[in-house]
Nanobody
Framework: QVQLVESGGGSVQTGGSLRLSCAASGVVYLTSCMAWFRQAPGKEREGVAVIYHYAAGGRTYYADSVKGRFTISQDNANNMVYLQMNSLKPEDTAMYYC?????????????????WGQGTQVTVSS
């Protein structure tokens, strides 16, 4: 099993920045993928960014809507995953979730991820 705890959410104005953190514990070394998803009220959960296990090259992929603004990274020594969010927009407002998956590929629907955190709220005001 893998346990995930997110932190770092909050309220910012348009153009601001936030850094989300995800602390992972358990058999993290067995996972192939770590990801950030988000879900706004009345909308489906969508993938924001994914990162492959460092042993698989640490490749990253992003949703088109966040490319150039968000950066996913991992600290394998401390089992941490981060999402640096810059130039935030009101449409980025959502609950953000950290997820872990046993198998690649990593850019895949939320239903194919195995473990989830409780989420952290991000609110961007205009």
């Amino acid at each position: 099993q893998v346990q995930l705890v997110e932190s770092g959410g909050g309220s910012v104005q348009t153009g601001g920045s936030l850094r989300l953190s995800c602390a992972a514990s358990g058999v993290v070394y067995l996972t192939s993928c770590m990801a950030w998803f988000r879900q706004a009220p009345g909308k489906e959960r969508e993938g924001v960014a994914v990162i492959y296990h460092y042993a698989a090259g640490g490749r990253t992929y992003y949703a088109d809507s966040v490319k150039g603004r968000f950066t996913i990274s991992q600290d394998n020594a401390n089992n941490m995953v981060y999402l640096q969010m810059n130039s935030l927009k009101p449409e980025d407002t959502a609950m953000y979730y950290c997820a872990a998956g046993w198998r690649s590929p990593c850019w895949k629907p939320s239903t194919e991820y195995n473990f989830w955190g409780q989420g952290t709220q991000v609110t961007v005001s205009s």
